[in-house]
């Protein structure tokens, strides 16, 4: 199922165009990127409208935000890995994030998190980041996305996801 995700995000983006990311998470991506067991995915640019209609990220609805995407990075390994899992913490450290919800559960540890990256023209407002990080016994993944959405647009997206898990 991850493989279906990064192959349909992949062909949602148009040619890259230059965007901000957090430097440890890009670090991260090159670092990873040619490593056997990894899959890498670097989307950058304006994602098609018609792609958000119902675009879910591990259960998150991220639809309505899709036209704010500047950038979407996702690094996924098969099999967990100790050194790619110090890695994402590290990154995840570094870039000062805001933890939105935290799930820790049978070996296994999803983090959704809220940053801002700075843009690339000084006179323009930070851009949002949401984080989701999944380090578990089997696979481990770091999804980062970032765009001019409004923080308020994921942690209610993310609220809903929890109101229909409740029922």
Do not use: C, H, W
């Amino acid at each position: 199922m991850k493989m279906r995700m990064i192959i349909l995000l992949a062909l949602a983006a148009l040619p890259s165009l230059a965007a901000a990311q957090n430097k440890a998470i890009a670090d991260l991506a090159e670092k990873y990127s040619d490593r056997e067991g990894f899959s890498t995915t670097v989307i950058k640019g304006e994602i098609p409208s018609g792609m958000g209609n119902s675009m879910q990220v591990e259960g998150v609805d991220i639809s309505k935000i899709m036209s704010d995407i500047v950038s979407i990075t996702i690094i996924t390994s098969d099999k967990a890995d100790k050194q790619f899992s110090d890695d994402v913490k590290s990154a995840v450290a570094a870039g000062g994030y805001s933890t939105i919800m935290s799930v820790s559960a049978d070996g296994e540890l999803i983090k959704f998190l809220l940053g801002s990256v700075p843009s690339e023209n000084k006179k323009d407002p930070p851009k949002n980041e949401f984080v989701i990080m999944i380090l578990g016994k089997e696979d481990n993944m770091l999804v980062s996305i970032v765009g001019n959405y409004k923080a308020k647009q994921v942690t209610k997206a993310d609220g809903e996801k929890d109101k229909e898990s409740a029922k």
